[in-house]
């Protein structure tokens, strides 16, 4: 099997896992559990945590002791075992506590599944720049075939969706040890620094101003990056009280129309060198973030009436928000970092946006949707909240062209895959 076709597999199960319960679980807690929202925000709050120290610790122990892909492996076994408890549990705060331990354990495989992609395209001669979306977009894959699983099975309320997802993580677990070798580079006595010692050689990167504001917008805007995801699913659920769409096809099926997104992911990841060769990091992040004010706004004004055209073309849009983010970062870091720090690196890209960014995100969202949103008898304004959240889009894209001041260079942005782009800026 070639390394092209066994990342594949890798990237097609990384999120399928995910995507098993991500969207749905608002819907199981919702609709099946009836916990608040503010209890909500914290249980989504869990992947920040966990994401604030386990993907730099990960990276860590991948760069300096342990082959990343056997590491990805024991996470993904540990996963499994948690994931299959979660059916018993029956009250928030030890649902808190669960999904914070499983957390702690897939994390860190999302920045360890990137740093094990690149390292085995590099090892084999490829560009990772041209190879890697054309892999990485069996990822969402991956997950629209969880969404759809979980949808036409009808586990969208179902604790049965955490079975599903446990069983995905068990058979990619014994699968990473089967992945091409990805040995620790790091050299003993390599670095003398304090930050060398102490393993964090990736918080380094923060000296240049310009990587500095980068991670710090990734931060802001891994804010928004999970607030569809917790509230998009139960969002089209509630229509379902509401007598003239009750029996549409959003309402019956909520989980198929959000998997929209995940299909433009698909289109959109196989853009990005096109983009980034063309346009730059500045500019494909810009044209994520107004992407994501188009996101929050068409769900303002849609509805799966009339207005389902909304947020079809809500979930189209997401495609371009979540890949030109994501994957582009992810490169972006990966050409601004030695080989000797590669899952590290990845791992302060992932701290600064699922850690940080989504502790802000749904730890404040789920108080402000609870305070300001909430009527008293539990419903919820949603045009109010769809708005609250374009707006705080629109405000960080404004911020972001103005502070980070990057220049386009074809040139440089062309040599992000070989090891040269170390010493160049990428085109801005």
């Not at 099975?153 to 040890?177: C, D, I, N």
């Not at 917790?230 to 099926?253: N, P």
Request: hydrophobic share 55%.
């Amino acid at each position: 099997m070639s390394i092209k076709l066994r990342l594949v597999l890798m990237n097609f199960l990384q999120f399928f896992v995910w995507g098993s319960w991500l969207i749905t679980i608002g819907a199981y807690w919702f609709q099946t559990r009836h916990w608040s929202g503010a209890e909500f925000g914290a249980i989504f709050s869990t992947m920040g945590i966990a994401s604030l120290f386990m993907p730099s610790i990960a990276g860590m122990v991948a760069d300096r002791w342990v082959n990343a892909e056997r590491l990805y492996g024991v996470f993904h076994l540990c996963g499994a075992a948690v994931l299959f408890c979660v059916p018993m549990v029956d009250n928030p705060t030890t649902m808190f506590w669960v999904m914070l331990l499983n957390m702690v354990f897939y994390m860190p495989t999302i920045s360890l599944s990137i740093a094990v992609a690149y390292a085995s395209l590099k090892s084999d001669g490829k560009d990772v720049v041209r190879d890697y979306p054309p892999i990485r977009v069996w990822g969402t894959i991956g997950f629209i075939v969880a969404l759809w699983t979980i949808s036409l099975l009808h586990l969208e309320t179902s604790a049965g969706q955490f079975r599903v997802a446990a069983a995905a993580s068990l058979v990619l677990g014994f699968y990473a040890f089967t992945l091409p070798r990805c040995p620790p580079l790091f050299k003993r006595g390599q670095g003398q620094s304090l930050l060398d010692a102490l393993g964090l050689t990736s918080f380094s990167l923060f000296k240049d101003r310009q990587i500095a504001i980068f991670l710090v917008f990734a931060m802001f805007l891994g804010a928004a990056l999970q607030l569809t995801n917790a509230y998009g699913d139960t969002f089209l659920h509630d229509f379902a009280t509401v007598d003239a769409y009750k029996g549409t096809l959003a309402v019956r099926y909520p989980a198929i129309i959000m998997s929209i997104s995940q299909v433009s992911e698909t289109l959109f990841i196989l853009a990005i060198p096109l983009f980034l060769r063309n346009f730059g990091i500045k500019r494909v992040m810009v044209i994520s973030m107004v992407a994501w004010f188009l996101r929050f706004g068409l769900f303002a004004y849609g509805d799966p009436g009339g207005g389902l055209w909304m947020i079809v073309l809500s979930c189209i849009v997401y495609g371009m928000a979540f890949d030109f983010f994501n994957i582009s970062g992810s490169l972006f870091i990966e050409s601004r970092s030695s080989a000797s720090i590669r899952a590290s690196a990845q791992g302060l890209f992932m701290l600064m946006t699922n850690g940080v960014g989504a502790i802000l995100g749904s730890s404040l969202s789920g108080l402000l949707i609870d305070r300001y949103y909430t009527a008293a008898d539990g419903t919820k304004d949603w045009h109010g909240i769809w708005i609250a959240f374009a707006l705080y889009a629109l405000v960080v894209a404004i911020l972001f062209s103005v502070l980070f001041k990057y220049k386009h260079d074809p040139r440089a942005a062309a040599a992000i895959a070989s090891d040269d782009a170390l010493d160049h800026r990428i085109g801005m």
